[in-house]
């Protein structure tokens, strides 16, 4: 179908073209198929002509939405489930369609009801006034069930089609280019944070459930391959009828399936009144000639293996109790049991529709009760499924309360953080280069400048001066540099201790600019130079002795721990 116009239309004519679609190539895809078998089988088995072919499709129809009929020898309400498939993917589709047509609705939820509920409408009045129109004495479809079962297939399966299209234009105006997922997954992002957690539980149950039931129907198909083409040889549909017949069976093997976890859950399911297949025992009659019904169990007691499909329901209830925690928006302590025994609760509830909905009658007489009772397993799954969950919700809980960095984050929000903090420590490692911290916090002392060395070579032990004070005095000294005067004039060395011991403390005068380092002279090498509080003197085997203070010329001060030497310079 081609996208519908944005603001041309209302919202109910789109519905009613989107259903009339639906509508008419569901009854074309059927109409050819029941052709075919009409002109494979006797010119009577199908109706009366082109149309009694038409009148057999539609009632065909109105079965693949679970809608019973009536005839000469009584009621069916067995119908196979597998036929839902075809009216649910297209509207499914029309539903997608009909979204596309408002796109990015300001409100999503209310979008998705908006259109699912203007889709079934039509859809369901349209289903009833057919099965009125090809009502007939022969055959005499259900007005009510036609109008009930097309309404709830149109909602659930436009309401998730719309829920697609919503997710994808939302997803369309963020990033383009990213997968979409259908069906369920897209409905759960439409859903608050607690009830997408209890559907993902409920799924998560329902899932085990359904593969217990699947290698429970496979393994006895398996174990009665012999009976079964025994019954096939007996019909002998030939070439075209076996064709239809593989058709058919394929129809049944989801009400199979769920049989199967009726006999996993406990109560078992009947084929006829008085029968019962379950883990107590196996009670059958005669069984109608159908090749999947050979794969039933000899009467007698239960065979042991299927015995270890009574485990199905408690691992089910784990692994929802599991799923519904770990996807809860944050952890809890007090409610976890009761949100798994809440799990549990609406999976039993599930089992319980599809309890209803895989059985039903098959004719009058005895046939009239075929199927598992609903009520019966849906309060045992209820009870079986919702006490393991609660259990394994307290545990799961438990876990995650016990951590001890994040433990009121659930595991998956927990994963997502510990890639963030990893992702951001990568990204600022490459950003900054590696540097290395001293070893410790205390500068080590000042190296005495003795010849040059080479940069590859390790700085020497520092040598202590007789003249240096404590180095905490000078720790934010900035001397000028200044040389001595060489000893080879005939003048002795200035007597340094003394005058800086008789020198009176001055004020700090201002700091001047520090003039540039100059390289000392040839002859001013072996004399002595104040460099960051020491003074650094040639090596002799024993100091002179220091004359008494006299007057000179040069003198020296003490400026915050630093000497400094004064000079008169002469004047012209």
Not at 67 to 82: D, I, Q, W
């Amino acid at each position: 179908m081609a996208p519908p116009p944005g603001n041309g239309r209302p919202l109910y004519v789109t519905g009613l073209v989107a259903a009339l679609w639906c509508v008419g190539i569901g009854l074309t895809v059927l109409t050819t198929v029941t052709l075919l078998g009409w002109v494979a089988a006797p010119k009577t088995a199908l109706g009366h002509g082109l149309s009694g072919v038409f009148r057999t499709a539609v009632n065909f129809w109105l079965v693949s939405h679970h809608a019973g009929f009536s005839y000469g020898h009584g009621r069916v309400g067995l119908l196979p489930l597998g036929v839902l498939v075809l009216p649910g993917a297209l509207l499914y589709r029309g539903g997608a369609w009909m979204i596309r047509g408002l796109g990015l609705p300001p409100r999503p939820r209310v979008a998705v009801v908006r259109v699912a509920a203007a889709l079934a409408v039509p859809y369901a009045l349209l289903a009833m006034l057919m099965a009125l129109a090809v009502s007939a004495p022969e055959v005499h479809p259900s007005a009510w069930q036609a109008l009930l079962g097309c309404l709830l297939v149109a909602v659930i399966a436009g309401g998730l089609g719309a829920a697609r299209a919503v997710v994808a234009a939302q997803v369309a105006a963020e990033a383009r280019g990213r997968r979409v997922r259908s069906g369920l997954g897209a409905l759960l992002r439409l859903l608050p944070d607690r009830p997408r957690s209890l559907v993902i539980g409920v799924a998560g149950s329902v899932a085990v459930l359904a593969a217990a039931g699947a290698v429970l129907v496979g393994g006895s198909l398996a174990l009665h391959t012999s009976e079964s083409d025994r019954v096939y040889d007996l019909l002998a549909p030939g070439i075209v009828g076996g064709v239809l017949l593989l058709l058919v069976e394929l129809a049944f093997l989801p009400n199979a399936v769920i049989w199967g976890i009726a006999y996993a859950v406990g109560p078992g399911f009947a084929v006829g009144a008085g029968t019962s297949v379950s883990p107590t025992g196996v009670f059958l009659d005669t069984v109608p000639a159908f090749p999947p019904l050979a794969a039933l169990p000899e009467a007698g007691p239960a065979p042991a293996v299927s015995l270890l499909a009574l485990a199905a329901p408690f691992v089910a209830g784990a692994v929802g109790g599991v799923l519904t925690i770990r996807t809860m928006p944050s952890a809890t302590s007090e409610g976890a049991p009761l949100w798994g025994f809440v799990s549990g609760t609406l999976t039993g509830a599930v089992v319980a529709l599809l309890a209803a909905l895989s059985g039903g009658p098959l004719g009058g007489g005895r046939m009239a009760t075929v199927g598992p009772s609903a009520w019966q397993v849906g309060l045992l799954a209820a009870l079986e499924v919702g006490i393991s969950a609660a259990i394994a919700a307290w545990a799961a809980n438990w876990r995650i309360m016990r951590r001890p960095e994040g433990g009121d984050e659930t595991p998956a929000r927990a994963r997502k953080r510990k890639k963030r903090k990893k992702a951001q420590a990568r990204r600022a490692a490459a950003r900054l280069p590696e540097t290395r911290l001293p070893e410790a916090a205390v500068p080590p002392p000042a190296p005495v400048l003795d010849e040059p060395r080479a940069a590859s070579e390790e700085p020497p032990a520092p040598r202590p001066s007789p003249y240096a004070p404590d180095p905490l005095e000078f720790e934010e000294a900035e001397p000028v540099l200044a040389p001595r005067r060489p000893r080879g004039r005939g003048r002795a060395p200035d007597p340094l201790p003394e005058l800086i011991a008789d020198e009176p403390a001055r004020p700090e005068p201002e700091p001047e600019p520090e003039p540039a380092p100059r390289e000392p002279e040839p002859a001013e090498r072996d004399g002595k130079v104040v460099l960051e509080g020491h003074i650094v003197e040639d090596p002799e085997p024993e100091p002179e002795p220091v004359p008494p203070p006299r007057e000179d010329p040069e003198r020296t001060e003490n400026r915050g721990g630093a000497i400094y030497v004064l000079r008169e310079e002469p004047r012209d």
